[in-house]
């Protein structure tokens, strides 16, 4: 039996000018995860990512932890995360403010978690992204393909959490609801764990912080 880890990207830039790159925060989460997984002997078989700098940035700064270089890692570009301004567009007229206050980030959440079940549901089509089955697909056929060519090898992900919720949900069977509400909770540099033989994959931890579980990195905890 085999074992999928795949961990969320560390703290983007929400609100920026340019989301798509870790903060200083997501950069040292990075490395603590990689740290941490040294200290106990951690070794990958093969690394897998979705395409977006966030995601190589995060898989460097875990790399850096771990004292490892390589350069085989897969990059897979069904991995990568919904455009959550698409979504938004798709039931709020108008470019939303960058969000500065609490009721201002509280509303593009909840702007996001409608948008979502929209498109999950086939009610929208966000434009310059894939129908939600396409979406699906694209994650799907990365678990297929860790099935088919890694049975018994520790397999690492680095993700989004769309791709690693919506990976949840299709193993778990949840509805688009639930699936959402994964999604919405799901912490930066987050494991989550998969089982797997060459026939499916099977849940075993969820959002775990690990690395983080220390009160030196109270502070260190994000979602964004």
């Not at 490892?68 to 470019?95: C, F, M, Q």
């Not at 949840?168 to 797997?196: D, K, Q, W």
Request: charged share 20%; net charge negative.
């Amino acid at each position: 039996m085999g074992t999928l880890y795949l961990v969320r990207h560390g703290q983007a830039s929400f609100g920026a000018a340019d989301y798509d790159n870790l903060s200083e925060l997501g950069h040292r989460q990075s490395v603590r995860l990689g740290e941490y997984w040294r200290e106990r002997g951690m070794h990958f078989d093969a690394v897998i990512t979705g395409t977006l700098k966030r995601h190589r940035q995060t898989w460097e700064g875990i790399a850096e932890g771990l004292a490892l270089k390589r350069d085989d890692v897969l990059p897979w570009p069904g991995l990568n995360e919904y455009d959550s301004e698409a979504v938004i567009a798709t039931i709020h007229e108008g470019k939303l403010e960058k969000p500065d206050s609490p009721e201002m980030y509280r509303h593009h959440f909840r702007l996001l978690r409608d948008g979502l079940g929209a498109w999950m549901q086939g009610r929208t089509q966000p434009v310059g992204m894939p129908s939600y089955v396409d979406f699906l697909a694209g994650v799907t056929t990365a678990l297929d393909h860790v099935r088919d060519r890694h049975h018994g090898a520790k397999v690492l992900v680095v993700s989004s959490g769309g791709p690693i919720s919506t990976a949840v949900g299709h193993v778990l069977g949840t509805s688009p609801e639930t699936t959402i509400e994964l999604n919405l909770r799901i912490r930066n540099t987050a494991v989550t764990e998969f089982a797997f033989t060459p026939k499916r994959h099977m849940l075993v931890t969820y959002n775990t912080l690990p690395h983080l579980d220390a009160a030196a990195y109270e502070n260190w905890i994000t979602y964004a």
